[in-house]
C-alpha cells in the first residue's frame, strides 16, 4: 500500500531554513509526480510546490516561489521541499501528495 511519511518540520525563527522530506513507498515512485500542500492554522489546504516524475519541471505558488525548492531523488524514493528565508506565514502542517494518497504531514513553526 502506499504510505507517505513527512519529516523535517519543527521550529525555526524568521529567516530561518528548514528541509522536508517525505519517505515514499508502495508505488513506483518514479513514475510519478509529487507534490507539497500545507495546512495553516484555522485555514484549508493550501498548494505549496509540485515535481514531474524526472525531477525535471518544478512548479511554485507566488507565496513560496524564491524561497522554496522542491527535489527529489528516485533512488531514495523520496521527494524534498527545501525551505529558506521562512516567515511566520509558513507556519502549517506541511504535507507530501501523490495522487490521491496523503502523509500524516509535518508541522512547520516558524516564530521568534
Known amino acids: 500500500q502506499v504510505q507517505l511519511v513527512e519529516s523535517g518540520g519543527g521550529l525555526v525563527q524568521p529567516g530561518g531554513s528548514l528541509r522536508l522530506s517525505c519517505a515514499a513507498s508502495?508505488?513506483?515512485?518514479?513514475?510519478?509526480?509529487m507534490s507539497w500542500v500545507r495546512q495553516a492554522p484555522g485555514k484549508g489546504l493550501e498548494w505549496v510546490s509540485d515535481?514531474?516524475?524526472?525531477?525535471?519541471?518544478?512548479y511554485y505558488a507566488d507565496s513560496v516561489k524564491g524561497r522554496f525548492t522542491i527535489s527529489r531523488d528516485n533512488a531514495k524514493n523520496t521527494p524534498y521541499l527545501q525551505m529558506n528565508n521562512l516567515k511566520p506565514e509558513d507556519t502549517a502542517v506541511y504535507y507530501c501528495?501523490?495522487?490521491?494518497?496523503w502523509g500524516q504531514g509535518t508541522q512547520v513553526t516558524v516564530s521568534s
Open positions: 515535481i514531474n516524475s524526472g525531477g525535471g519541471s518544478t
Open positions: 508502495g508505488f513506483t515512485f518514479s513514475s510519478y509526480a
Open positions: 501528495n501523490v495522487r490521491t494518497y
